[in-house]
Every structure is written in structure tokens, then in C-alpha cells.
């Protein structure tokens, strides 16, 4: 049997598959079973931070893995506590304790469970303080917790029913976010930079207005940087890359990371500072496959490869060059480039694409449209909802790999234009 016939007779059909079967991977590039190469800059919807098989990550992989691979956190681990030590003092620097758990949507569950946890212990049941208030085109996970979180209907079809007592308001809409806040809020949890909504930035008002209501109401101010974090906007924190040009000064009280924190093993996490830390004790969360030696010893190779060489100082660079590019594009239905550091989406203006004759007849999203086309013709790149392209090249992408993606990208989209 092909792949795609294993694929089809074996695994659930959860996923809408391109038609492409991935053997291998190297540094930016990946082959398909035909061994035709393909330019990366999708790298697992912004998994793999060094791109694709490391030596960092090889290095720790068999070093740690004839060492130890697991051991229950009912023991002490070395090297999980090395790791907690590089998120607290390198990363975030800001006093704080730290879990380890498996994907973004557990360590999204870990941020609800914080958020609640905290406030039954300090106000009681009676309070009913137990409210969490996401954003509109935010993702959370895929999780019964994760869906119920997540302000996007598409993803809660057919779950009912969902987890009760999530509040969803407007991305940047300080005003709204005034009137949702109650003394039944618990938390209020947004990414910085949203992902799947479509590569839309919180602006610096809307980051300071939850400040004020998180002091204001004594709930945990909560950032999912699940998909923006880990260096991926040229600092390890997306919220401070937001703030960096700003009058504003915002410090969460907890934190969540996942895709590139691993930089491909499966590894999620969260930090806590220290005054809501203490409200997940013992007994009240775990994760069996949480930290483990190996988990650990490969998320912190990535890590420090991204410190020690210079990979932040990269992903700075690389987005200057970019936007250099594309400001001389001259694409008419490319109406914008949104995003920061190498997480950037290429908005689409549906209306105008949708004069062009060969896309009307595909039945695709403008999106998904560009996406195919882009595949053929030798590069990865994903969706953000139906009206933007993402671009998540590794956080080393080299200039040439740029430069190529450049070429090939604006030499797809004028040939869309040209279509009739």
C-alpha cells in the first residue's frame, strides 16, 4: 500500500491532508516520498524551531535517551529542573514556578485550572469567581477545556456540552472587555499575537486595559504563547516584543508555551509567578509524560542553541528583510503583511480574488487557494483562517532560504493575478 492509502484505510480522517508524504527533513527543507525537496516555511505550524533534525536536538536525543528516558515526577529529575531554571531566569525573568505537560491545549487547561484553583481558594465556592475571558478568532487547543476557551464556533460543533463558564469579547476591544470583567472573572487569557485567528497583534491599550482589570478584580492576567512564543517574534516572550517600543509596561501572572518551546519533541508548558504558583499543589494537577528526562534534555538543547547562537538577533533580521521585499510587491489582491518577527501572514483581499476566473472555479478560500498553488510549486505554507497565508519559517532560516521564498512566493502570486 502507498501512504495514502495506509493513511486512508487506518487513521481517522480528523485531518484535511495535502496530498504530499514527507520521508525526510533538513535544516529548512523536507522530501516527499518521490524525493522531490520543498522549501519549509510552515515547520509544523511553528514547531520546528531549528528546522529539521538539528544536531543539537540529535546530540541530546541519544545522549539522554542511553541515559535515562523516563521517570515519574514522583522523583526528582535534573534536568526538568534545569529547564524550569532556563524559563524562569532566561526566559520570562520573572520570579516564578513552572509545569511541564505534552501540547499547548494541556497547558492551556493547566492556565484554567490555575485561574480557578486560585480564586476558589482565596473567595470560596459560594463566589462563583470562576469566569474566563478569551478573545474572538482566538485558538486554545483542541481539548474539551481547549474548545470551550477557544471563540471560534467552528471548532465546538458537535461537542456539546462544552465546559461552562468562558466569556468571549472582541480582540483589542478595550472598551468591551470593561463590561465583561465581573467579580465572577477568574482569569482573562488571550495570545499576544493570535495564530489561527488570522495573525492579528494585541495592541499595547488592550494589553494595559487587562492589567487594570486583572489588579482591579484580582483575577490572573493569562497569555497562551503557545504559537508566539519560544523566540518566535525575536524575543522569548511575545507580549514584551509587543510592549518593546512602548510607554506600556504589563507583566503577566501566568504563561503558556508549546510548538517551538520543543522545537519538534512534544513539550508544553506554563509558568505561574509566584503569588498564584502555590494554588496547583499536590494532588490538584499532573502529567504522566510531563517533564521527563528525555522531554526535557532535547527542549533544553533547543533552547540554548537559540541563546547561544544568536537566533533572536535572526528572527529580527530576517522579518527587516521581508517587509523590505514586500513593500515593493505590487500583487492587487495582497492588501497587507501582518505579524512579528517570522510568524507573518500575507492578507488577502477575497473580493478581488474572487474575479479571478481559475480561483472562483476551485471551491477553495483564498487561503487554502494560495497555500496549493505555493506546494506546487516547491514551498510549505499554512492558512490562517480562510483570507491568510502564514509564513513560519525555522527561527535560523538562513538568507538564502529567504530570498528563495521571496521569489517563489511573489512569482505564485503574480501568476494567480495573471490568471483568466
Known sequence: MTTFELTEKYLLGNYGRFPIAISRGEGGYVW????????????????????HCPEAMQRALSSQGAELIHCSNLYHIRKQAELAQFVVEKMVQISGKVFFCNSGAEANDALIKLARKKAFDK????SGKNEVITCKQSFHGRTLGGIAATAQEK???????LLPGFLHVPFNDSDTLREAVSEKTAGILFEPLQGEGGINPATSEFMQTAAELRD?????????EVQCGSGRTGDWCGW?????????????DAVSWAKGFGGGFPVGAIWANDACAPALGPGTHGSTFGGTPLGSAVCLSVLKTIEEEGILENVSRQEKRIRDVVSGWNIPFLDDLRGIGLMLGFVLNSDKMAELPKFAESGMTPAMYVVNKVMEKGMLTVPAGAGVVRWLPRLNVTDEEVDEALTLFEGVLKEIASSE
Open 32 to 51: 516527499d516520498e518521490d524525493g522531490r525537496r520543498l522549501l519549509d516555511f510552515a515547520t509544523g505550524i511553528a514547531v520546528c524551531s531549528l528546522g
Open 123 to 126: 473567595y470560596g465556592k459560594e
Open 155 to 161: 471548532v465546538k460543533i458537535g461537542f456539546d456540552p
Open 216 to 224: 482591579e478584580y484580582d483575577l490572573l492576567l493569562m497569555f497562551d
Open 240 to 252: 514584551r516584543t509587543i510592549l518593546k517600543d512602548s510607554a506600556v509596561s504589563v507583566e503577566p
